[in-house]
């Protein structure tokens, strides 16, 4: 019988870092997305919630509250709309982390992988035109970059294994039919 390691393993680091990245990234997704999943944010959502009740302790920033309230809001508005939309007939993944409308505003190339791409440089340009205003608010929604860009690479990265374990399965298909 083996024992159970105290020790992380690196898919278990991996996964943590992505979650906590997503949470971090969807308390900004409100506000630079729309049209999301039925079933988004799910447990990124929930979480959000205290890393902006810690960041408000954190940071004894007023205006950072304000942010906590005001993302309190659009993720209600948000929940609302897919509600809306959904009653008149529109069908998406269930986990369709929303369209990013911000980014749309900014690229002249018209397509959601295009705007994608973007949205790290937009969330954190906007983070920095924050930071004056409140430092922490700068700060937290300066951080977007890094939270938007990570999960974009590690959502791609797991796409590619998914089509790649797809291939292989036409290959070792078509290799049992030559076999029969």
């Known amino acids: 019988m083996q024992q ?13 870092t992505y979650g906590l990245l997503k949470t971090h990234m969807l308390c900004l997704a409100v506000f630079t997305r729309h049209s999301f999943g039925a079933q988004m944010p799910g447990i990124y959502g929930v979480l959000s919630l205290p890393l902006l009740c810690l960041s408000v302790l954190a940071s004894q920033d007023i205006r950072m509250l ?17 509600f809306w939309l959904r009653a008149k007939g529109y069908r998406w993944h269930s986990q369709y982390d929303g369209f990013p409308w911000l980014a749309s505003l900014v690229s002249i190339v018209r397509t959601e992988t295009t705007y994608r791409n973007l949205e790290p440089a937009v969330v954190g340009g906007i983070g920095l035109l924050l930071t004056p205003w409140s430092p ?18 590690m959502e791609q990265a797991a796409s590619e294994r998914r089509v790649m374990a797809y291939r292989d399965m036409q290959f070792e298909q078509q290799d049992f039919r030559s076999r029969v």
Do not use: I
């Open 66 to 82: 304000w942010f906590a309230e005001l993302w309190l809001v659009a993720l209600v508005l948000q929940r609302v709309r897919t």
């Open 4 to 16: 159970q390691s105290d020790e992380m393993t690196l898919s278990q680091a991996v996964n943590l």
């Open 136 to 153: 922490a608010v700068g700060a937290f929604v300066s951080f977007g970059f890094v939270s938007f860009l990570l999960v974009r690479l």
